[in-house]
Nanobody, 125 residues
Framework: QVQLVESGGGSVQPGGSLRLSCTAS????????IAWFRQAPGKEREGVSA????????YYRDSVKGRFTISRDNAKNTVYLQVNSLKPEDTAVYYC??????????????????WGQGTQVTVSS
């Protein structure tokens, strides 16, 4: 089993930044990829960004390209999501998720079998 804990959410004004963290524990060697998803009130959960553990390929949804950056620190078993130039439409609960099998669609929710509890990001003036 893999356990995931997110942190770093908060309330910021438009244009602000946050760094979200996802720390993995347990059978971390089983991880093929980690992704960040988000769910806004009344909307479906959507994939935001992902990192492939085999080759460090990075994936982003179009609406966050150039503003969000995913990275990982192997020594800390932590994946970060740096979120810059935040907009009100980025307001959501952000979840990290781990896949323990090969992934095809890196931003596809069904590819991931371990989930964190989520961290709230609110962007408002």
């Amino acid at each position: 089993q893999v356990q995931l804990v997110e942190s770093g959410g908060g309330s910021v004004q438009p244009g602000g930044s946050l760094r979200l963290s996802c720390t993995a524990s347990g059978f971390t060697l089983d991880i093929y990829a980690i992704a960040w998803f988000r769910q806004a009130p009344g909307k479906e959960r959507e994939g935001v960004s992902a990192i492939n553990y085999s080759d460090d390929s990075l994936y982003y949804r179009d609406s966050v390209k150039g503003r969000f950056t995913i990275s990982r620190d192997n020594a800390k078993n932590t994946v970060y999501l740096q979120v810059n130039s935040l907009k009100p439409e980025d307001t959501a609960v952000y979840y990290c998720a781990a896949a323990t099998r090969e992934v095809v669609a890196f931003l596809g929710e069904g590819e991931y079998d371990h989930w964190g509890q989520g961290t709230q990001v609110t962007v408002s003036s």
